[in-house]
């Protein structure tokens, strides 16, 4: 066997990908009710609390500062495990899966609320007053005039955010969540060859490749001429 | 003068921290007046114009606008700014809306005209700045003057009982002033009120009923164009306006 065969026999092995193909697929479909999930409430979370925080309540603004650099400054790892292995001393269980996704969707949450945040505060304040000098009230100046131009540049950054953290789905292994890389690594010791761990890439570029597409589209629908 | 004033502003005070910037000033415009404030920068007149619709909160005093109390909280401010147009020297037109759309926002969201009413109404209204053929373009397709323009057919739209101009034409090249100040004047012959803050001197000398002077945070005099151009009792009036036709 020459070493290109033997590459091909160790990460390309096309008994062991039949064989584990199944699982694989199924750890997709994990893999994808997690993100989706995650991006939903994660997303809805971090713009509710840019909301909340364009009101400029000081105590509660101090709260959503805390929470938000708490859940930037902390591993998801540890958040997962604190929850999944935590959380049960105070009568509250969750599953493993319901623990990935509470964690990934908060540490979402605190950095799209950061990006929300800065969209919101980088939008002029002419545009403000010239709102609120037609009578628009606080409410309405925010959700027409300023979150469209805020949201418009908040995109790129959103999107690279919100692929990095759902990504870590991955980090449900831990908790024995049978998404992707659980199912590939647990593939990969069975049949002591490191192929399914190909196939789970391969699973991780087709569902991330067309996120980063539709991410592109966005910003063009969102873009206006200058 | 036996004309009712329409815009009645007493004694307002504003600080900015430790800046005293308006110390006590009284105006009174009467309906179907244009009144040009005019002064060196930092004296205070765009303080004075912001604090007409509470854009700026004045320190103290009282200011009626149309019979209605400005500064009682119990006032439905975004109710009353309809009735007060402003335009802004820096445009501030909305980037992600057609002209028309800049112009029927507050037509749908503040005076609840359905969107086939308000169309009509911005239609009309770019219609009387000359341009109702760029309805469906986007500020950033159009030039200043134009976007000035369509400025001033988003706050005519609402038929405000005053306009106020602050430095309408002062981020403007030289070619495109003339436009705006056009469509300034046929504002001023269908007798719309207006306060203006601006250095278009010529404007004042020929379209103003009354020219402001303010320094320092007061009004130092006022009175016809030509009295205050030709005539200024006061030195600083002087110097200012000396200052002025130099250039």
Known sequence: MSTWDRFVDTFFNGKVMAKYLPDILSGMVVTIELAVLIVI???????ALALIRSLAIRPLNWLIIFIVDLFRALPPLVIIVLIYFGLPYADLSFSGFVSTWLSLALVLMAFSEEIFWAGITSVHKGQWEASRSTGLSFGQTLMNVVLPQALR??????????????????????????????????????????????????????????????????ERKFAWKR | ?????????????KHFGALHVL???????????????????????????????????PSSGSIVVDGIDMLDP??????????IGMVFQSF??????????????ALRKVAGKSRAEADRLGRAALERVGLADRSEH???????????????ARSIALEPRVMLFDEPTSALDP?????????????????????????????????????????DGLIVEQGAPAEIFEHPAHDRTRAFIGQIQRH
Do not use: W
Request: overall charge positive.
């Open chain 2, 138 to 152: 986007t500020p950033g397709q159009l030039s200043g003057g134009q976007q000035q323009r369509v400025a001033i």
């Open chain 2, 74 to 83: 119990r006032t439905d401010i975004n109710h009353a700014r309809q009735r």
């Open chain 2, 23 to 57: 110390k006590g000033v009284d105006l009174k415009v009467a309906e179907r007046e244009l009144v040009f404030v005019i002064g060196p920068s930092g004296s205070g007149k765009s303080t004075l114009l912001r604090c007409l619709n509470r854009l700026e909160e």
């Open chain 1, 41 to 47: 409430t994660g997303l809805g979370a971090g713009l």
């Open chain 2, 175 to 215: 070619e495109l002033v003339g436009s705006v100040l056009e469509v300034m004047r046929s504002l001023r012959m269908s007798g719309m009120t207006m306060i203006v803050v601006s250095h278009e001197m010529g404007f004042a000398r020929n379209a103003a009923d009354r020219v402001v002077f303010m320094d």
């Open chain 2, 1 to 13: 003068m036996a004309t009712p004033s329409i815009v009645d502003a007493r004694a307002i005070h």
């Open chain 1, 153 to 218: 540049l908040t995109i790129p950054p959103l999107t690279n955010r919100t692929i990095a953290i759902t990504k870590g789905t991955a980090l449900g292994t831990v908790v024995a969540v049978t998404e992707i890389l659980g199912e590939a690594s647990s593939a990969m010791s069975n049949s002591y060859n490191p192929s399914p761990l190909m196939m789970g890439a391969a699973a991780y570029l087709v569902l991330f490749l067309p996120v980063v597409v539709l991410a592109r589209r966005l």
């Open chain 2, 92 to 105: 501030n037109l909305y980037p992600h809306m057609t002209a028309l759309g800049n112009v029927t926002l």
